[in-house]
């Protein structure tokens, strides 16, 4: 069964730490992972989007990680900031699909 | 480019009524979609559209219909509402497929559902 487990379910963390978010799948065939950030009330908005062959990829604080073998992402967020407080989504998608596998989210809140 | 559109905002529904969830989209993509996005859960694909004319089933499609008379528009229609339909639906839209790593979604801001 195609499925995609984020952990932790949430996370409080102190302004300017860091912190790395975990996403395992069982989503096959691969072709690409995206992590998206999903304010309150907002719609999702793309973060990163990375291939089989693609093991590392940054958007400027945000830096995630890949390794197709294990099938597990990160994504890790550096000097963390009160506006990073959102939920982090991982998603999976088959190739030559148009169905997009969602993990349930990472609740981060970024206190002062 | 106000990007992916949605109405409304947010609305109540009685137990059999029926409605449109509209959605709109200006950066001329080719595909768009609509998923509903429950607490706690992952979101789940409801409907998409790979061009006008042309669409198909996700993974949640019963209980709804949809149309794709333009490349701009891709209304969600949901006959006799239930209480399960309570969600909060999302549509998005891309240029070609999500299959390919270089087609980037883009998400409307969601309507919120309740049916009572």
């Known amino acids: 069964k195609n499925q995609v487990e984020q952990s932790p379910q949430s996370l409080i963390i102190l302004e300017g730490k860091n912190c790395t978010l975990q996403?395992?799948?069982?989503?096959?065939?691969?072709?690409?992972l995206r992590w998206y950030k999903q304010d309150t009330g907002r719609g999702p908005v793309s973060l990163t989007i990375?291939?089989?062959?693609?093991n590392t990829k940054s958007n400027g604080r945000y830096t995630a990680t890949l390794d197709a073998d294990t099938k597990q992402s990160s994504l890790h967020i550096t000097a963390s900031q009160l506006s990073d407080s959102a939920s982090y989504i991982c998603v999976v998608i088959q190739t030559g699909a148009n169905n997009l596998f969602f993990g349930t989210g990472t609740r981060l809140t970024v206190i002062p | 480019n106000a990007g992916v559109t949605q109405t409304p905002k947010f609305r109540i529904l009685k137990i059999g009524q029926s409605m449109t969830l509209q959605c709109a989209q200006d950066m001329n993509h080719n595909y768009m979609y609509w998923y509903r996005q429950d607490p706690g859960m992952g979101l789940k694909l409801i409907y998409y559209?790979?061009?006008?004319?042309?669409?198909d089933k996700g993974e949640v499609p019963n209980g709804y219909n949809v149309s794709r008379s333009t490349t701009e528009d891709f209304p969600l229609r949901l006959e006799l509402a239930a209480p399960s339909q309570t969600s909060v639906y999302f549509c998005a839209s891309s240029y070609g497929t999500s299959g390919e790593a270089s087609y980037e979604q883009y998400f409307g801001p969601g309507t919120r559902l309740t049916v009572t």
């Open positions: 559209s790979v061009g006008a004319g042309i669409t």
């Open positions: 990375m291939t089989f062959s693609e």
């Open positions: 996403c395992n799948y069982t989503v096959s065939p691969f072709s690409n």
